[in-house]
């Protein structure tokens, strides 16, 4: 069975990860924007093109990653790739007794921590960036 992507649901989750409220995202997006429309966007499965394009250029986040990242599909790949039965066959194989010192969540919270490394320099790029424009307007 083919999963679905929800469109709405991964702006959401990119939005929450980089620390933007909904508010900031409807004045990123223009003057017809508002919070409440915001919330019903992010309950969309499918977002129009040209909506996706503004959102990516506000959130500075790949078109293709909205229409793309399945968090199921994701954790599944973690979850395969750090398999601890192969650890432990090839362990019991070569002679020996090989146990785990680490959970494979731990793996996935430092993925995650490192990505929020990422989007809070990412962040503080941004903010700079507005602090500088904001002397420029002000001259």
Do not use: C
């Amino acid at each position: 069975m083919e999963q679905k992507i929800h469109q709405g649901r991964n702006v959401k989750r990119f939005r929450e990860m980089l620390g933007i409220k909904q508010e900031s995202l409807a004045f990123d997006l223009g003057e017809e924007w508002n919070q409440k429309k915001i919330s019903m966007l992010e309950q969309k499965d499918v977002i129009e093109d040209n909506l996706l394009k503004q959102i990516s250029d506000a959130l500075k986040i790949p078109v293709q990653a909205f229409q793309n990242f399945d968090e199921e599909q994701a954790v599944n790949v973690i979850a395969n790739t750090y398999s601890f039965q192969d650890f432990k066959d090839n362990a019991v194989a070569s002679g020996f007794s090989y146990q785990p010192s680490y959970n494979p969540f731990d793996k996935i919270v430092k993925l995650y921590e490192e990505k929020i490394e990422l989007y809070e320099r990412m962040l503080r790029e941004k903010d700079e960036m507005m602090r500088r424009l904001e002397k420029l307007i002000d001259k």
